[in-house]
């Protein structure tokens, strides 16, 4: 059995707006693609499944990449109700060879939300273990197995998926990454755009530094004068910041200053627009 989901994101367009200063952060990676597959799901025991996961850089610009962050999701009908699981990495990225220098993933089952999780923190750019993603070449990341205490239904395996859209208790999948050297990551995440098809609301958010040590700014690139909203939850779903501004606001505005260490999660929308990104507090 083999099932593919292809993820393709679009860089985030860090083009600024006429009235806003020229930073030396910006990354001008306009245009660029990855695209994240789940492939080779095999159901090759009656109760566990395994699949792997790849990423392709199907763009132009040079990207290293310093992370993936994802989740695959089950339909009901996949485990026995009270059956017990388990859920863990097979194949490291560090035991791919093109990864050897990434920290171990972390896996997690979340049966709230039918989740199979897997996070890593992300490398710094300084660090020089980031890994260069070429483009046009596709690169295995990691392999996973999920086992059940009972018999996995066979047909509810066909319908795993990948976790495309921002929700609240969901962790969807995107690449972290440094575009064209510059020291301040990226999230791409994916995209309802088919590639090549353009919106005429353009909508695009970046969070800098990243990571960061005291606060952060926030850049976003739109076309529509509407209120900006923002929220920011920590690695457990909480809502821990919760503010609405204007497009004029946001170059004065600071965030994360009250934040402990750690990783949080940022939604920041627009009208029907939502960018989603992931941020570091060292």
Not at 42 to 54: G, I, L, P, Y
Not at 74 to 94: E, G, N, R
Not at 119 to 126: A, E, K, R
């Amino acid at each position: 059995m083999k099932n593919i989901q292809n993820i393709k994101t679009s860089c985030l367009a860090l083009l600024l707006a006429l009235t806003s200063m020229a930073r030396s952060y910006s990354q001008t990676c306009k245009g660029n693609q990855v695209a994240i597959t789940i492939e080779n799901i095999r159901n090759t025991e009656a109760n566990s499944v395994t699949f792997d996961v790849f990423i392709t850089n199907t763009g132009t610009t040079s990207l290293a990449l310093a992370a993936i962050q994802g989740s695959v999701i089950y339909d009901d009908a996949m485990i026995a109700k009270k059956a017990s699981t388990t859920f863990l990495v097979t194949m490291q990225p560090s035991e791919t060879g093109n990864f050897s220098k990434f920290e171990n993933l972390k896996t997690k089952h979340s049966p709230t939300t039918n989740q199979l999780r897997w996070m890593q923190n992300p490398v710094n750019l300084s660090s020089g273990k980031t890994v260069n993603l070429p483009a046009q070449k596709k690169l295995k990341y990691a392999s996973f197995k999920f086992t059940s205490s009972q018999p996995l239904n066979k047909d509810a395996i066909a319908k795993l998926k990948t976790q495309l859209n921002t929700k609240v208790g969901y962790t969807n999948i995107l690449a972290i990454v440094y575009c064209n050297r510059n020291e301040n990551s990226i999230a791409l995440t994916s995209s309802k755009l088919e590639q090549n098809q353009k919106s005429l609301n353009e909508f695009s958010a970046i969070a800098y530094p990243n990571p960061f040590t005291t606060n952060f700014h926030l850049d976003v690139t739109t076309n529509s004068e509407n209120t900006i909203y923002i929220k920011v939850y920590d690695m457990l779903g909480k809502l821990i910041e919760n503010k609405s501004v204007e497009n004029t606001e946001l170059q004065d505005l600071l965030i994360g200053d009250n934040y402990p260490s750690g990783m949080y999660n940022l939604n920041i929308s627009q009208d029907n627009f939502t960018q989603s990104l992931r941020i570091i507090k060292r």
